[in-house]
């Protein structure tokens, strides 16, 4: 919103002041800017950083001297391109181009702007900035800056946590890292895109008909979702009872935390009855058809109809329902019971609450769901063993209990499309016989080539602001305000929905993603081993001229060191800073559940590899390469 008055004879004193301020930001400081280029080497990564200082003012003097208080970071201006940096310098000289000019006004659509960040808008709204909204930033073109009459203000729309911006390709090719600049040139590189993050999609469905998704995926959908959740299925007792009196005439923070603790205990306590109460219902149903022919055997004269109204009828004096109350709720655990018999125990422990009304107007219901249910019956194992090892015993109720199948870690196991899940270090042997892999939650520094020098460190100081929406981060999620990438980082983790599966073309392994990830969101980040100087093996390339580093995977890391490449990939790996720190961030492009997820390991690492591309795309770019008896040639040190 522009907010300079137009009339400022009228102005009140805080208005004037926000006036002033905004004078000052105003300034055109292109000549200073570009003198003190003049001065530097041409360098591909330079940012001109504007902070603003709040300082103790002597009564004294008119100027500010003595303590200095917070720094307020206004914003940034990227000076990569080097037409950008050509026309400051030219600027500085007197002379200049307009070619260059044209160039730098093209760059980021249509414009080269600088972005001040939220601090600017609220501080002359006279309001704190936004917390826990969507960042939201303020941009200053730069023709607006040589016209300090005209309306600077803009503010952008933003879709979520994430704006994307659009990247010409000059700037492109400054961010990807290739060999030969690295000096390096047998390590096959993957690439990471620097600040170009994948828009979150637009809702413009206004006319627009989707297919929804049917009842069978719905239900399939709900229970992955669970058991990507931090559901907890051991009983729960409420022995701490809530403490009405702390809630007082308003609700205080004491009082809120505490109805806030009761609410997660309770919701917990119901999810495991929720659980409980399928599985014994499945069961019942298990008993009373064993019931219906004993009774049949017992009583030979009876009719089918007659043995079973026999057994309903015993069933009702202990259950106190009337027959037609139970054959009601008969037909729906004869859904429960179908979906276990298919989907086995976990499919049921793990449903969500949807699956009552599934089995009500059992939509979908028939071979279909059987077959679905059967083939995912030993991933569902592997995620609910290695996720929630306590899930078995809830089945010590009906006498059902047994031992994990898969112990250990969740991507320690290769689920198959056909077939039991085998375990990962099997699908490696035959070319490491000692094959062995560390899972790792954060990268580890190799401390013989960095010492304890960690080069992802981009200063001194651990940055709290973040580079992309300019809110405050925090690993304690009460203060984080950054809203980026919250699977990640600053706020509750749940794990990340997502398998190592056995791939059907001939890749090895893969990734599987078990839900949606829309557009935008963050599948993981790249972890591994921080090092240097590695040739001949897979290692993600980072960090800038001055300390680059490498991100090895090959024997220690997490699931990213599975993801395949597909010349249309749905998802890609992006730059990101955590309080300070580089992060390799795999983002999604818009992943569905159930597919392979693939990013594009690019021309470089491609070069290095005498392989063919098994994509299977349409538009496959590696295609014509020398095939070789088997996808898999991976290297490790
Ligand atoms: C980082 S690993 C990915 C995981 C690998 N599939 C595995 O089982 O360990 C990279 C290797 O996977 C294989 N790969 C990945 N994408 C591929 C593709 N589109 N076509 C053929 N092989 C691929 C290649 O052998 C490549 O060197």
Not at 120 to 149: F, K
Not at 450 to 462: A, E, F, K, L, Q
């Amino acid at each position: 919103m522009p907010i300079m008055p137009r009339n400022e004879e009228h102005l009140s004193p805080t208005t004037e002041a926000i006036h002033q301020l905004l004078k000052i930001l105003c300034h055109d400081f292109t000549t200073d800017l570009s003198s003190s280029l003049a001065t530097l080497p041409a360098h591909s990564s330079l940012r001109f950083k504007i902070n603003a200082e709040i300082c103790i003012h002597s009564p004294d003097t008119q100027e500010t001297e003595g303590a200095h208080g917070p720094q307020i970071h206004l914003g940034s201006i990227d000076l990569c391109q080097s037409e950008l940096q050509q026309y400051l310098r030219d600027q500085s000289t007197g002379h200049v181009s307009t070619t260059a000019v044209s160039n730098c006004v093209d760059m980021e659509s249509g414009r080269t702007s600088i972005r001040c960040e939220d601090t600017v808008s609220s501080i002359a709204q006279n309001q704190p900035s936004n917390v826990g909204t969507s960042p939201a930033r303020t941009h200053v073109s730069e023709d607006h800056l040589h016209d300090s009459g005209s309306h600077l203000y803009k503010r952008r729309k933003t879709t979520g946590g994430l704006r994307v911006r659009q990247v010409s390709t000059v700037e492109r090719s400054d961010n990807y890292v290739t060999p030969a600049s690295t000096g390096s040139s047998t390590a096959r590189q993957l690439q990471t895109k620097s600040r170009e993050f994948p828009q979150r999609k637009k809702k413009n469905d206004e006319g627009v008909h989707h297919l929804q998704p049917s009842s069978i995926e719905k239900f399939v959908a709900g229970v992955w979702k669970q058991m990507f959740s931090s559901v907890e299925l051991t009983p729960v007792s409420l022995d701490n009872p809530y403490d009405a009196t702390i809630v007082g005439s308003g609700c205080n923070i004491e009082a809120f935390r505490a109805i806030n603790s009761l609410c997660l205990r309770v919701t917990r306590m119901s999810r495991c009855s929720r659980a409980l109460e399928t599985i014994i219902q499945a069961h019942w149903v298990d008993c009373f058809e064993a019931r219906v022919k004993a009774i049949g055997v017992e009583q030979p004269f009876l009719s089918n109809t007659e043995t079973k109204m026999a057994a309903l009828r015993e069933a009702c004096t202990v259950l106190q329902w009337s027959e037609k109350e139970l054959r009601n709720k008969l037909s729906i655990w004869r859904g429960y019971k179908e979906i276990k018999d298919a989907g086995g125990w976990a499919s049921l422990v793990f449903a969500g609450s949807g699956i009552y009304r599934f089995c009500k107007y059992r939509v979908g219901f028939g071979e279909n769901l059987a077959t679905r249910l059967e083939r995912l019956q030993p991933s569902l194992e592997v995620a609910a063993d290695t996720i929630h090892p306590e899930w078995r015993r809830l089945l010590s109720i009906i006498g059902q209990e047994s031992q994990i199948l898969y112990p250990g870690h969740p991507h320690d196991w290769v689920v198959c499309d056909v077939g039991k899940p085998i375990p990962l270090r099997s699908t490696y042997t035959q070319w490491f016989p000692d094959f062995q892999f560390t899972h790792l939650d954060d990268s580890v520094l190799d401390q013989v080539e960095w010492g304890t020098d960690d080069p992802r460190c981009m200063s001194s100081t651990r940055a709290t602001l973040c580079n992309t929406c300019g809110h405050f981060q925090s690993n304690n999620f009460s203060c984080n305000e950054c809203r980026c990438f919250p699977e990640l980082y600053g706020a509750c983790k749940t794990p990340i929905p997502i398998q190592v599966f056995r791939t059907p073309l001939g890749k090895n392994n893969g990734l599987i993603a078990r839900c949606e990830f829309p557009r935008g969101s963050a599948i993981g980040e790249f972890i591994g081993l921080i090092t240097k100087g590695m040739d001949g093996t897979d290692v993600m390339q980072s960090g800038d001229n001055e300390k680059r580093y490498q991100i090895y995977q090959g024997k220690l890391g997490n699931y990213t060191r599975f993801i395949n490449h597909s010349c249309a990939p749905n998802s890609q790996f992006q730059k990101f800073c955590w309080l300070g720190s580089e992060r390799i961030i795999l983002v999604s492009r818009g992943v569905e559940a159930g597919a392979e997820i693939t990013v594009d390991y690019s021309n470089e690492y491609w070069e290095g590899l005498d392989k063919e591309c098994l994509c299977g795309e349409s538009c496959c770019r590696y295609l014509k390469k020398k095939a070789q008896p088997t996808a898999v040639a991976i290297s490790f040190r």
